[in-house]
């Protein structure tokens, strides 16, 4: 499966800004879908993620409240809608797929289909 991200760019703190993911086959479902992020220098860090089909999204502590997971199975599209950015989310943002459900969502090696990633600044 081929995954493709897009949406990110630079924002000022405060503003929204909304990342799309499109899958070229439909794998969502059966294989789960996830978001994680990453900054210069630092560790892929957990974003958000749903595993089953039926389940609801779980997120990184440093984004509830602000983030939201959605996804359009018809398009094989799922989305991360961030509001109120801060510059600590300045990083390379990346959805994945095929989850192995041995592991924990949160660890990025969990995870073994990426996409490119896209990149969201946001100044202060």
């Known amino acids: 499966v081929q995954l493709v991200e897009s949406g990110g760019g630079l924002v000022q703190a405060g503003d929204s800004l909304r990342l799309s993911c499109t899958a070229s086959?439909?794998?969502?479902?059966?294989?789960?879908m996830s978001w994680f992020r990453q900054a210069p220098g630092r560790e892929r860090e957990f974003v958000a993620a749903?595993?089953?089909?039926?389940?609801?999204?779980s997120y990184g502590e440093s984004v509830k409240g602000r983030f939201t997971f959605s996804r359009e199975n018809a398009e094989n599209t799922m989305f991360l809608q961030m509001n109120n950015l801060k510059p600590e989310d300045t990083a390379v943002y990346y959805c994945?797929?095929?989850?192995?459900?041995?592991?924990?969502?949160?660890?990025?090696?969990?995870?073994?289909?990426w996409g490119q990633g896209t990149l969201v600044t946001v100044s202060s």
């Open positions: 994945a797929t095929d989850y192995d459900h041995r592991y924990d969502e949160k660890y990025a090696t969990s995870w073994h289909a």
């Open positions: 086959e439909n794998t969502f479902n059966t294989e789960g």
């Open positions: 749903i595993t089953w089909s039926g389940g609801s999204a």
